[in-house]
C-alpha cells in the first residue's frame, strides 16, 4: 500500500473516531424500534385489557410524544434517550399507568414517576399560570397535588417528563461523553441510581437490554 492511501485512510478513521466515541446521534426514534422495545403496547388495542385503560398509552401515540420530547429537550443521543425510554417502561409498566397508585402517592405521576417535588417544578416550567392558581387556591393539600399533577398528564407532557428531568434536575448526565454512553449497562444503572436515586433490580436492565437492542442491534 502506498504512503499517501494509507494516510488517507488514517485521515478517515481519525475523523470517525469522535463520533463512534460519543455514540449515535439521532433526531427523532421511529415505530418499529418502540415496538420492539416496548412490544407489549404495540397493538392499538394493549390498552384495553389492563387495569387502568384511561391512563395507558399504546406506541403508536407513545412514539409521537417521545419524539416532541427530543426536539423540545434536545436530548438526541441514543444512549440518553434508550435510558430514558427504558426508565419509564419500568415505572409505568409499559404505559400502563400515569399516576401512583401503589402506595398511591399523592401528587406522583407522568410516564416517568417524578415525585409530586418535582411534578410541581415540571409544572410549573410548561404551566406555570395554571399551576400557580392551582397552588394558591389548594395550598400544599393532597388534593392541590393531584391536581398540579393532572397538568402534566398529557402525551407529551407525561413522556416528556422524563426529558425535563434529565435535561434540568440531572444534567451532569446530558450531553456528557462519560455519562450514559450508546450501549453501556453501568452507566445506566449509574443514572438509576446516583441520577434520579431510584433503587435498582434486575428488571431494570432486562428492560433496558431490550430497549437498547431495538435501538442498536
Known amino acids: ?35 420492539q422495545a416496548v412490544p407489549s403496547r404495540a397493538s392499538d388495542g394493549s390498552c384495553a385489557a389492563v387495569s387502568t385503560p384511561s391512563e395507558c398509552t399504546t406506541n403508536s401515540h407513545a412514539v409521537t410524544a417521545i419524539n416532541h420530547a427530543i426536539t423540545k429537550y434536545g436530548v438526541t443521543s441514543t444512549g440518553e434517550i434508550a435510558a430514558l425510554i427504558a426508565l419509564m417502561a419500568y415505572e409505568s409498566a409499559d404505559w400502563q399507568y400515569n399516576i401512583n397508585h401503589y402506595p398511591g402517592r399523592p401528587g406522583q405521576g407522568t410516564k416517568a414517576m417524578l415525585m409530586y417535588d418535582f411534578i410541581e417544578k415540571y409544572a410549573q416550567q410548561v404551566h406555570q399560570s395554571e399551576t400557580t392558581r392551582v397552588l394558591i387556591s389548594g395550598g400544599g393539600s393532597d388534593a392541590a397535588k393531584n391536581s398540579v399533577r393532572e397538568l402534566v398528564l398529557d402525551d407529551d ?40 436515586n431510584a433503587g435498582w433490580d434486575d428488571k431494570r436492565m432486562s428492560i433496558w437490554n431490550q430497549v437498547n437492542s431495538a435501538f442498536h442491534g
Open 1 to 35: 500500500m502506498k504512503l499517501s492511501a494509507f494516510s488517507g485512510i488514517m485521515v478517515g478513521i481519525a475523523s470517525i473516531l469522535p463520533a463512534l466515541c460519543a455514540g449515535a446521534s439521532v433526531s427523532a426514534i421511529t415505530l418499529e424500534q418502540l415496538n
Open 157 to 196: 407532557d407525561s413522556f416528556g417528563a422524563a426529558f425535563w428531568y434529565l435535561t434540568t434536575q440531572a444534567p451532569a448526565y446530558h450531553n456528557n461523553p462519560a455519562k450514559l454512553r450508546t450501549g453501556n449497562a453501568d452507566d445506566f444503572k449509574e443514572y438509576i441510581v446516583s441520577g434520579v
